[in-house]
């Protein structure tokens, strides 16, 4: 079956700019993650959704990030007011239960770039 | 913050050589796993040992667990040139769901 799909690939915008980055999770998995990436880096947690549980926010940098998942599938990340500080590799990931029980599956990332 | 760190941050081995990498954490988990990147985009998942387990293999992968020392060890053994990867430990906690991830040790394998 079809994998963690995450669009745009490659998003470059300008500072100050919104953007919205989409993650379509493995059907069925409950639990969806998304990270930041920067170049050389590790994974930093941004947001965890589990089920219909309130999701874990707590390693959103600011407020200009946001993220929702609706219906319990897609998610949307959404960063308002860009810097360039942003720039990064935004990757998601699901898993098929939640508490970290098992593994998380990634999509390709999408690799954002502020101008 | 993040819970693991690891070492060493790189590691350059000849082919058929055992690469050993270490990640250590502070708080107590429910199961730790291992992850390989390959050019900075998706990870792969490739191990996962519970807290109550010492050791696990699959394949030439071999993870320790020290739940003691809040360290552990993923050892590849006869290494190949396709193995160079960046390879990330992440810990899912007693308490809560999300996967928290080290820094990665960048492992080449040269030919």
């Known amino acids: 079956g079809a994998g963690v799909s995450q669009s745009p690939s490659n998003k470059v915008t300008e500072k100050g700019k919104d953007v919205e980055l989409r993650c379509d999770p493995i059907s069925g998995h409950t639990a969806l993650y998304w990270y930041r990436q920067s170049l050389g880096q590790g994974l930093e947690f941004l947001i965890y959704f589990q089920g219909n549980s309130a999701p874990d926010k707590s390693g959103l940098p600011s407020d200009r990030f946001s993220a929702e998942r609706t219906g319990g599938s897609v998610s949307t990340l959404t960063i308002q007011r860009t810097q360039q500080e942003d720039s990064a590799v935004y990757l998601c990931?699901?898993?098929?239960?939640?508490?970290?029980?098992?593994?998380?599956?990634f999509g390709q990332g999408t690799r954002l770039t502020v101008v | 913050s993040q819970q693991g760190e690891e070492d060493p941050q790189a590691l350059s081995i000849q082919e058929g050589e055992n690469a050993t990498m270490n990640c250590s954490y502070k708080t107590s988990i429910n199961n730790l796993q291992w992850y390989r990147q390959n050019s900075g985009r998706g990870l792969v998942h490739l191990i996962l040992i519970r807290s109550n387990e010492r050791e696990k293999h699959s394949g030439r992968l071999r993870v320790t667990l020290d739940t003691s020392k809040k360290s552990s060890s993923l050892l590849i053994t006869a290494s190949r040139a396709a193995d160079t990867a960046s390879y990330f430990c992440a810990t899912a906690g007693v308490q809560g769901g999300k996967l928290i991830f080290g820094q990665g040790t960048e492992l080449s394998v040269k030919p």
């Open positions: 990931a699901s898993s098929p239960r939640g508490e970290g029980n098992t593994e998380a599956f």
